[in-house]
């Protein structure tokens, strides 16, 4: 696939190497410009862009960004797009976001509020970026780390779970994107590497 992909830190960065590594035609965007990207580019084989460049022909565009810059984000561009939303809110460095604070919003929904006509999904929110890096399996491997995969958008949705496969990880169905709370920080499944099973099990008990 053509892949955007805006954000080149700890998340952002390792699925430009690993989406580069499995044949995707990638290309990566940051707040800081082409420029500060040619070493990730050079590493990965992806093609360093602005934002614009990123969305623009991408089937698919990754959004790894800090949350409180999702709202400078041009909105055009990603609507019909298929965007995977892998952020988190954490107060300490996003601010007070009143809908979030008192979890009236998900995270996800806010985001999709902001890119309108965006087809967003939920998924690599939860994992540690070394581990997204390093710890994928084949299918055929019985001991495979979960990934909950939350959205509205059935179709979407179907792919971003055959694109965390192919990333090595077992995908889990986690609902609507209202539903993705369930999957953010301070939840059973955030940061825990639990199997599909525990992932089920995490996501069902989950409290708001």
């Known amino acids: 696939m053509k892949i955007g992909i805006i954000g080149s830190g700890h998340i952002g960065g390792t699925l430009t190497r690993r989406l580069g590594a499995l044949g995707h035609d990638v290309t990566v965007a940051n707040s800081r410009g082409p420029e500060s990207l040619t070493e990730l580019a050079q590493e990965s084989g992806a093609t360093a862009g602005t934002v614009e460049q990123a969305v623009q022909d991408a089937e698919l565009v990754v959004v790894a960004i800090p949350l409180f810059a999702v709202p400078a984000l041009p909105v055009q561009p990603f609507d019909g797009k298929i965007v995977v939303d892998a952020n988190n809110y954490y107060p ?111 996501l069902a008990e989950a409290r708001p």
Request: charged share 30%; hydrophobic share 35%; proline share 5%.
């Open 92 to 202: 300490q460095r996003d601010g007070d976001i009143a809908e979030l604070l008192d979890r009236s919003l998900s995270s996800s929904r806010w985001t999709a509020d902001h890119l309108k006509g965006a087809r967003v999904v939920k998924t690599f929110n939860n994992i540690q970026a070394a581990h997204l890096m390093d710890h994928g399996k084949p299918a055929d491997a019985g001991d495979r780390i979960a990934l909950p995969v939350a959205g509205d958008d059935a179709d979407a949705k179907q792919l971003v779970m055959q694109l965390v496969d192919a990333l090595g990880f077992d995908p889990v169905d986690a609902g609507t994107l209202d539903e993705s709370w369930r999957q953010q920080p301070d939840t059973p499944v955030y940061g825990t590497d639990r199997d599909a099973e525990g992932v089920r099990q995490g």
